[in-house]
């Protein structure tokens, strides 16, 4: 598994969700839960993880949907 992102915007998070789906690239949030659990201080951010082979794609793809910036990417 590759990390695409870490971050405490879940809104974020569901955006590049739904970029990947509509590309057919499954993605996998991780920490979500304990995020949940510690409340609003934002000490533990969600990572948005794709398998290995889908790095490249996912991340092509959430810049062309206008996220670059958010990948560090411009």
Do not use: C, Q, Y
């Not at 920490?31 to 990572?47: N, W």
């Not at 790095?55 to 996220?67: D, Q, T």
């Amino acid at each position: 598994m590759k990390e695409i992102i870490r971050t405490n915007d879940p809104v974020l998070i569901s955006w590049m969700i739904a970029v990947l789906a509509e590309r057919d690239i499954e993605a996998f949030v991780l920490d979500a839960h304990t995020s949940v659990l510690e409340g609003t201080a934002g000490a533990i951010p969600r990572r948005l993880m794709v398998i290995d082979e889908d790095l490249v794609p996912a991340r092509a793809a959430i810049e062309a949907a206008g996220g670059g910036k958010e990948l560090g990417g411009g």
